[in-house]
């Protein structure tokens, strides 16, 4: 198990980690309750949540506040209720999202809605009706988990790319705006990390994916991508790379971008094709 010495940085902070039911925001929770941090876990799927809070429980304090954060309508009073379950919070993670499998010809307008409700208007939202409250502590912390998809298109992910980087361009301006004397935030973007993301992304139709990507299944071990955050919380990093290909692609958008556009394009057809064999 990949973990970190913190010096007990995160003992008896209040992390709220949105998404915590599977991937990286379950390998977080797991982290930080070793790290005795006193835990919040949020998602729509009950059942996972308790199962998680049974294992989290015998380390640390943690409250299940399930909700299905794509009900804009509810989330004032989901944020009201994380408040008060320990009187405060120190720090914020969005780790929820959900991913896409479908090239734009043809995908439903209503997936990429759904993919923008998700990956974007909800962690928005939920930052904007939190930042009164960071603003009276004059401190705090949010974690964006953005994805390096945040940063350049990828074949298959129109909807999804489209809300990552809206996702990046919300938190980086907000860096840069805010005057909170303690307050920091962390963009995150990871390249393909083992989760199981694939099996709920969106198809064209918006029916989810329900398989794994070959490249998924040979992605960055969750609890290393969960390890990395954690340092980079404690560095207050304001932006961070946790990948490997996508890295040099990334670069090779900056230096070489026709170079970038024939490879990119040339991946998304392998992915394809390695997905259907």
Not at 181 to 196: K, L
Request: proline share 4%; net charge positive; glycine share 6%.
């Amino acid at each position: 198990m990949h973990t970190i010495i913190t010096n007990m940085y995160f003992e008896n902070k209040v992390v709220w980690i949105i998404g915590a039911s599977s991937g990286i925001g379950a390998a977080l929770a797991k982290q930080l309750a070793r790290e005795k941090a006193l835990l919040i876990i949020t998602a729509r799927n009950i059942d996972k949540l308790q199962s998680l809070a049974n294992e989290l429980t015998q380390l640390t304090a943690c409250v299940v506040l399930p909700a299905d954060i794509a009900r804009r309508d509810t989330l004032h009073s989901i944020v009201e209720d994380s408040l008060r379950q320990f009187g405060h919070i120190d720090i914020l993670i969005h780790s929820a999202g959900i991913g896409q499998r479908s090239m734009a010809t043809g995908t439903s307008l209503a997936v990429y809605d759904q993919l923008m409700e998700v990956n974007f208007f909800a962690p928005l939202t939920i930052t904007q009706y939190l930042l009164p409250h960071f603003k009276q502590s004059g401190k705090g912390h949010i974690v964006a988990v953005s994805s390096m998809s945040g940063l350049m298109g990828f074949p298959g992910r129109s909807g999804y790319v489209a809300s990552k980087h809206a996702l990046k361009g919300y938190f980086e301006t907000l860096q840069v705006e805010h005057d909170i004397p303690d307050f920091y935030i962390t963009i995150v973007s990871p390249g393909r990390i083992n989760t199981p993301l694939p099996l709920s992304a969106l198809t064209a139709d918006g029916q989810p994916y329900n398989k794994m990507d070959h490249a998924q299944l040979n992605g960055i071990p969750v609890e290393i991508c969960a390890a990395k955050i954690c340092g980079a919380i404690i560095r207050k990093k304001k932006h961070i790379f946790i990948a490997r290909k996508e890295r040099y692609l990334y670069w090779l958008r900056i230096l070489f971008p026709a170079a970038y556009y024939h490879i990119a394009r040339k991946a998304g057809v392998k992915e394809r094709n390695e997905d259907t064999a």
